[in-house]
């Protein structure tokens, strides 16, 4: 048997991620590959740290792309951060504040966990009772927005609150970046970590990560070193900077990287706040068409995102057949409902260039036949 190249169909992607790709970021990574070491790459990767403290709205001079994706972002900050014995708190409202606690576990930390109803925003006031409680925690480690379930998180509350009681905070922020505000240094967030292939429309495969003064300063501190090679970022650090001394720590994910750039620029040409607007705008027309459809919001108006909308499936509909309609008559691709609203919801994802007019009349009309 002989097998051929592999050629995917043109799909419309509104799921939770990976989100469409834009078209010009498609065409960097197709660019010739260049050595990792090679002064122009190393210029790029120069230009990317620029982007991504734009993006991040952070003046940090640790701020980089981890070479794989927003769980190994996610990884890096644990296990930099948290030393055996740590007492870390955990904000827990959906899939991935129970990741975060895997994350706390397994690097010999303490996580003492603040649960919040799935669909519901963390609330800062059980933040603070918790940490009225654990005067010994030294990290509050929070989701700013929920993809499992489509909340926002007040960041900046929690933050505040963290700062007070002399905690450091990791902040999962692989769906805000781009598309609701985020500002890590306005609010002294410590150890942000994002995703390339969420509201930035990049591929997948890398995950942006910025960490504070503070937070260097604890990774330095460090008594024990981290169980992590290859996520050891006091490693990782010689290789994206230091002029003149860049030194090889692992292959560069060199194509990707400059689809991350071209990613970056499209969202600097635009404008932060530009592209802010631009998903609350494709969020409100598409809310409009799904209440004249009948269907409901998982999360209550103030708390909504406008990149990942959770809505309930309406009584009496297959959820299966329905998404199996959609992929294969429209080639449209949305979200099915994570853990506990499995069955229940539907998650339609409006990310990066899928936050436009075009995709929320498709996906409308797509739905209204088949629901029919
Ligand atoms: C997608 C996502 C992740 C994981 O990112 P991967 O790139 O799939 O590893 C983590 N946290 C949140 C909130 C996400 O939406």
């Known amino acids: 048997m002989t097998i051929g190249s592999f050629y995917p169909p043109q799909r419309t992607l509104m799921g939770p991620g990976p989100s469409d790709i834009y078209p010009q970021v498609l065409q960097a990574l197709s660019r010739p590959t260049i050595g990792h070491l090679d002064p122009l790459f190393i210029g790029m990767m120069d230009e990317l740290k620029q982007l991504l403290q734009y993006a991040f709205q952070t003046q940090n001079t640790f701020t980089i792309a981890v070479s794989a994706p927003g769980s190994a972002g996610m990884e890096a900050c644990f296990v930099n951060l948290v030393e055996p014995g740590d007492k870390v708190i955990v904000c827990r409202n959906g899939v991935f504040g129970d990741r975060m606690r895997e994350n706390v576990e397994r690097c010999g930390g303490v996580a003492v966990m603040v649960d919040n109803n799935w669909g519901e925003p963390v609330d800062p006031t059980l933040v603070a009772q918790t940490l009225e409680s654990h005067p010994d925690a030294k990290i509050v480690a929070f989701v700013h927005a929920e993809t499992s379930t489509g909340a926002l998180s007040d960041a900046q509350a929690i933050a505040k609150l963290a700062r007070e009681?002399?905690?450091?905070?990791?902040?999962?922020?692989?769906?805000?970046?781009?598309?609701?505000?985020l500002l890590v240094d306005e609010w002294q967030l410590d150890a942000v970590y994002s995703g390339s292939q969420k509201c930035l429309s990049c591929?997948?495969?890398?995950?942006?990560?910025?960490?504070?003064?503070?937070?260097?300063?604890?990774?330095?501190?460090?008594?024990?070193?981290?169980?992590?090679?290859?996520?050891?970022?006091?490693?990782?650090?010689?290789?994206?900077?230091?002029?003149?001394?860049?030194s090889y720590h692992h292959t560069a994910p060199v194509n990707s990287l400059y689809a991350l750039h071209e990613a970056l620029v499209l969202l600097q040409n635009e404008g932060l706040e530009n592209a802010w607007k631009r998903h609350k705008d494709a969020h409100l027309e598409l809310r409009e068409g799904l209440e004249q459809l009948?269907?409901?919001?998982?999360?209550?108006?103030?708390?909504?995102?406008?990149?990942?909308?959770?809505?309930?499936?309406?009584?009496?509909?297959?959820?299966?057949?329905?998404?199996k309609t959609l992929l294969e008559r429209y080639n449209l691709e949305i979200g099915a409902g994570l853990g506990a609203l499995a069955g229940k919801a539907w998650r339609i994802g409006l990310m990066g260039y899928a936050a436009r007019s075009e995709n929320v009349a498709l996906c409308l009309r797509a739905l209204e036949t088949t629901l029919k």
């Open 203 to 246: 591929v997948p495969g890398l995950s942006p990560l910025t960490f504070s003064e503070k937070a260097v300063a604890k990774i330095q501190r460090r008594q024990v070193p981290v169980q992590s090679w290859f996520l050891d970022q006091s490693l990782v650090l010689g290789y994206w900077s230091g002029e003149g001394k860049r």
């Open 165 to 181: 009681h002399d905690c450091l905070t990791i902040v999962d922020a692989v769906t805000s970046l781009g598309g609701v505000p």
């Open 294 to 323: 009948g269907i409901e919001f998982v999360v209550d108006e103030a708390h909504r995102l406008p990149q990942l909308n959770a809505v309930y499936i309406p009584d009496g509909i297959d959820d299966a057949e329905v998404r």
